[in-house]
């Protein structure tokens, strides 16, 4: 995540899919590095098994 943010490029998005479980880990990475983060789930019969995680570049707000 560090260096996929320090390719970005001004006003660029980086987008991951991973598993709920690393959430509070990949957010905590996250949290000085990125502006608005969104979170979407990747529903398959009964529970998210995966997540979509947005982030953008400059920071400007905090966690949606």
């Known amino acids: 995540i560090k260096f996929c943010h320090k390719m970005l ?3 660029g998005v ?8 690393r959430l509070s880990d990949i957010l905590r990475v996250f949290e000085n590095r990125f502006g608005d983060v969104v979170i979407y ?3 398959n019969v009964g529970n998210a ?3 979509i995680i947005k982030g953008n570049d400059p920071p400007t707000q905090g966690i949606v």
């Open 41 to 43: 789930p990747l529903w």
């Open 9 to 11: 490029k001004p006003n």
């Open 49 to 51: 098994n995966r997540v």
């Open 14 to 21: 980086l987008s991951m899919i991973h598993r709920p479980a």
